[in-house]
Each structure stands twice: as structure tokens, then as C-alpha cells.
């Protein structure tokens, strides 16, 4: 397997506009997570999918945050309008059981 | 709500000992091990449950005290690879992990 798959790797972009990130999970995974990581705030978990559903996203910043997991094997992060502090790297992560895969995330730079 | 680790940085000749502690506030289902090397995404390293432990390698090894909430991970003879940043991740009762605040580990020849 090609371990969990995200795009674009680095994006830059300009305040107020459209950001959307992708993942694919490990297949046969049925929990996916997206995080943020920056040096400030450590590790934070954004949302969580079981099968799916959105489980948990009382770790969504705002309403400027969506997520979206249409089937299986693919779910989307879309920062609208996107925000200077809104930087960071954006990892998504699958699991079945216990251990979670985190892809190689997205750098994500509003300027 | 976040786990709290200690210490903050380590710094190791190769082939010493070192132990990092993860605290957390609330009760305890499991607690996870990743390692993140610079620039790297996390890599799982172990998980211990409630009521057992479980090793993940032979020299990186890890405690569950669930009566304390407390977890922690030994290095034990550290290579140069060991070198990175060491997140504990802590989980109640559902599948949600809380990343400790992390323990950067610098491993020297």
C-alpha cells in the first residue's frame, strides 16, 4: 500500500482566498483524522471521520473550516477565505485499530 | 486538556539511557507513542491500553499507570536514529487521540 496520501504537498496562497486540501486513507482504513501542527499550538486534531461521518469537530477553528469525506477513500479540508494565521502543516491520518498513519502533510502558507 | 510531557529537550551521547513522561488530567483508555523526525510526519512507535502494556521495540519501551494517568517511554542504549521529537497521544473512551505538548530528543555520537 502507498501509505496515506495527501495534496498538495505546499501551497501558497493569498489571504481571503480558497484553500482546499486532499487525502487518501490507507484502504480497508475506517477512521480518518485531519490535524494541524504549528510550533505555537503543538498537535491539534480538527476532525475526526468514523466510516464516513464526522465524528468530532469541536477542533475546527472556525466556521471559515470544512470537511468533507464523500466516500472511503477520500476527504477534504476547505479554508474559506483562507487567513494568514491559518499557516501551519496539515496532517490527515487513517487507522483501523489503534495506530494511526499520518500522510506527508501539506505546508500551508497564507500570505 | 492536552497531555503535559516532561522534560521539554533532551540531549544523549549515543548509548545513554532516557525516560519521557506524559501527565494527563483526565481518565485514561490508552495512550499512544509517535516519533517525529524534522520535516517528517509522526510515526507510530506503541500504544498501551488499559489493564496491560505493550512493547513496541525491543530498546523503546513504555509505561501505563492509569490509576496516575501517567505514561512513560524508555530509551534505553539511544542511537543517532532515536533523534527527533516524541508526542504522546492520549485517548478517553473514543477514538480521539490528544497530542502531549512534546519532548524533543537529540541523540549525539
Known amino acids: 500500500d502507498a501509505g496515506v496520501i495527501q495534496s498538495p504537498r505546499h501551497e501558497v496562497t493569498e489571504m481571503g482566498q480558497e484553500v482546499t486540501l486532499r487525502c487518501k486513507p490507507i484502504s480497508g482504513h475506517n477512521s480518518l483524522f485531519w490535524y494541524r501542527q504549528t510550533m505555537m499550538r503543538g498537535l491539534e486534531l480538527l476532525i475526526y471521520f468514523n466510516n464516513n461521518v464526522p465524528i468530532d469537530d469541536s477542533g475546527m477553528p472556525e466556521d471559515r473550516f470544512s470537511a468533507k469525506m464523500p466516500n472511503a477513500s477520500f476527504s477534504t479540508l476547505k479554508i474559506q477565505p483562507s487567513e494568514p494565521r491559518d499557516s501551519a502543516v496539515y496532517f490527515c491520518a487513517s487507522s483501523l485499530i489503534g495506530e494511526q498513519f499520518f500522510g506527508p502533510g501539506t505546508r500551508l502558507t497564507v500570505l | 486538556q492536552q497531555p503535559v510531557q516532561s522534560p521539554q529537550a533532551v540531549i544523549l551521547r549515543e548509548g545513554e539511557d532516557a525516560v519521557i513522561n506524559c501527565s494527563s488530567s483526565?481518565?485514561?483508555?490508552?495512550v499512544h507513542w509517535y516519533r517525529q523526525k524534522h520535516g517528517e510526519a509522526p510515526v507510530f512507535l506503541m500504544i498501551?491500553?488499559?489493564?496491560?502494556e505493550q512493547k513496541g521495540h525491543e530498546k523503546i519501551s513504555a509505561s501505563f499507570n492509569e490509576k496516575k494517568q501517567q505514561s512513560s517511554l524508555y530509551l534505553t542504549a539511544s542511537q543517532l536514529s532515536y533523534s527527533g521529537t516524541y508526542f504522546c497521544?492520549?485517548?478517553?473512551?473514543?477514538?480521539?487521540?490528544?497530542f502531549g505538548t512534546g519532548t524533543r530528543l537529540q541523540v549525539f555520537p
Open positions: 483526565k481518565a485514561l483508555y490508552s
Open positions: 498501551l491500553l488499559k489493564g496491560g
Open positions: 497521544g492520549t485517548e478517553g473512551n473514543t477514538d480521539k487521540l490528544i
